[in-house]
């Protein structure tokens, strides 16, 4: 039966909900990504169509966590795979404070789009339902429909 089973990398979490609590653990993603070498980046992964997670609380309990009722997910900035790093991408980087649910996230967003749509308003308006803050050495993960304000600084 191991042939069946997905090989995840444990990431060190926390997770903050609408309502101020904040729960301490690991989540565990797939060690390897469908586009790109290496394991599922954060983003990569909170923005896949699963609308559940499993959860590991520090306590030793497991959750079944719903995306949709996160707010955000901070996790350790991963690490850019060797091979990757022969390509450099046209990124704009645009220092951001993200205000939902009553509270402030600051950190710069990483944007690689194309030339005319450099604007932190149009990384807002895509697809996903995850904004990535970069923090220091932490992702930031901040659902967008939670999102009251967003500003450059």
């Given at each position: 039966m191991s042939?069946?089973?997905?090989p995840t990398v444990q990431l060190e979490t926390e997770l903050h909900w609408a309502d101020g609590e904040v729960l301490h653990g690991n989540v565990y993603m797939p060690a390897l990504s469908a586009v790109h070498s290496g394991p599922m980046q954060p983003q990569e992964w909170i923005n896949s169509p699963p609308a559940f997670f499993p959860f590991r609380q520090d306590d030793g309990g497991t959750i079944l966590v719903n995306k949709h009722q996160v707010l955000a997910m901070s996790v350790e900035a991963p690490e850019e795979p060797m091979d990757d790093q022969a390509?450099?991408?046209a990124v704009?980087?645009?220092?951001?404070?993200?205000?939902?649910a009553?509270?402030?996230f600051e950190g710069e967003v990483l944007i690689?789009?194309?030339?005319?749509q450099r604007r932190l308003v149009d990384y807002?308006?895509?697809?996903?339902?995850f904004l990535c803050l970069v923090c220091g050495g932490r992702h930031l993960l901040v659902r967008k429909e939670l999102i009251s304000r967003a500003f450059e600084v």
């Open positions: 042939d069946f089973k997905v390509w450099e991408p704009v980087v645009r220092h951001s404070v993200i205000e939902a009553g509270k402030r690689d789009m194309p030339e005319n807002l308006n895509r697809s996903e339902a």
